[in-house]
């Protein structure tokens, strides 16, 4: 009788084992180091079947059903997840639901002066299903305004978090300068253009108060900017690179054609360049040019400038 009972409890838990086994532990080839995306609106279905085939689930039943039990039928979040062990469905199940995606973030780093596009084309290569298209639509009105920083964003991250953490840390850095903006004689949108234009024509922060000041005095006479950091806006074009011809493009960005400033800011400029535009030094120079190792040379007259031009370049 005793044996009986014994042999039945046996029975009983090796069922359970096998029950376990078979549908709720982990298959045999489950991929280790696997990372699963999950879009937005993905169907739970689609999710379990997906889930299914990659032999991270046993059973897409029992998935569904610890999926629904957990979080309800759209209770899975959309992300990229990494399953780097292997685990049964009903834990699967639980990350999906708690977003436990054990992804670490990846550092993306935009130096000074670099265009949304340019932006764009970091983020398409160290993001997962990047959607290129929608940052742009998203970044393009905003030129100038996402600050360039080193940034940490999760695998999956979306164009609207990416934008909105650009824009938000430029609002940060910005916002303890507000003060003296208000009292300058210039809006925040004519200071970030004159910063993009500052961020091209010079790197070092002592000659930038400079050139700030020589740009800004320049509009006050009335004489066009004819700065070239502008071409690459508008046609890729560097100043080595400039034609005659690239001199009398019809583009509002053209600095040689046109007055002023243009119309908007020309890539996103750092701090540095900022703080130039809006504490620009008053000097007696109007002009000025870089030669090949990067130095700058002042000029106050144009016939000044010509002879620069004919000893440094």
């Known amino acids: 009788m005793k044996l009986n009972l014994q042999t039945k409890i046996i029975a009983i838990v090796l069922g359970v084992l096998a029950f376990f086994f078979l549908f709720l532990g982990p298959p045999l080839s489950f991929p280790k180091g696997e990372i699963v995306t999950v879009e937005a609106g993905t169907s739970l279905r689609q999710i379990s079947k997906v889930l299914k085939e990659k032999h991270i689930i046993r059973s897409r039943f029992l998935f569904e059903v610890a999926v629904i039990s957990l979080g309800g039928e759209k209770g899975v979040?959309?992300?990229?997840?990494?399953f780097e062990k292997p685990i049964n469905g009903i834990h699967v199940a639980w990350r999906l639901v708690r977003w436990q995606h054990n992804l670490a973030p990846i550092k993306a780093?935009?130096?000074?002066?670099?265009?949304?596009?340019?932006?764009?084309?970091?983020?398409?290569?160290?993001?997962?299903?990047?959607?290129?298209?929608?940052?742009?639509?998203?970044?393009?009105?905003?030129?100038?305004?996402l600050f360039p920083d080193t940034y940490l964003f999760f695998l999956d991250a979306t164009p609207e978090v990416i934008v909105a953490q650009l824009a938000?840390?430029?609002?940060?850095?910005?916002?303890?300068?507000?003060?003296?903006?208000?009292?300058?004689?210039?809006?925040?949108?004519e200071i970030v253009t004159m910063a993009s234009?500052?961020?091209?024509?010079?790197?070092?922060?002592?000659?930038?108060?400079?050139?700030?000041?020589?740009l800004w005095k320049r509009i006050r006479i009335g004489m066009p900017l004819q700065v070239d950091a502008?071409?690459?806006y508008i046609n890729g074009k560097g100043s080595a690179d400039l034609t005659k011809d690239d001199l009398n493009i019809d583009?509002?960005?053209?600095?040689?054609?046109?007055k002023g400033l243009p119309p908007g800011p020309i890539n996103n400029?750092?701090?540095?360049?900022?703080?130039?535009?809006l504490y620009p030094k008053e000097s007696p120079y109007l002009y000025y040019l870089h030669d090949?190792?990067?130095?700058?040379?002042f000029a106050r007259t144009f016939e000044e400038h010509v002879a620069n031009k004919r000893k440094y370049l």
């Open 269 to 277: 400029p750092g701090l540095d360049a900022i703080i130039a535009a």
């Open 292 to 297: 090949a190792k990067g130095s700058v040379h």
């Open 109 to 145: 780093t935009l130096p000074e002066g670099l265009t949304v596009k340019e932006m764009a084309d970091i983020f398409a290569g160290s993001l997962t299903g990047f959607n290129k298209e929608k940052f742009l639509s998203l970044a393009n009105p905003k030129e100038g305004f």
């Open 77 to 82: 979040l959309a992300s990229s997840y990494l």
């Open 197 to 214: 234009i500052i961020e091209k024509e010079s790197l070092k922060t002592d000659e930038r108060q400079i050139v700030s000041g020589i």
């Open 230 to 232: 502008t071409f690459l």
């Open 168 to 189: 938000s840390t430029f609002e940060n850095k910005i916002k303890p300068l507000q003060s003296q903006i208000k009292k300058s004689s210039h809006n925040l949108n």
């Open 251 to 258: 583009s509002p960005y053209n600095t040689y054609r046109n």
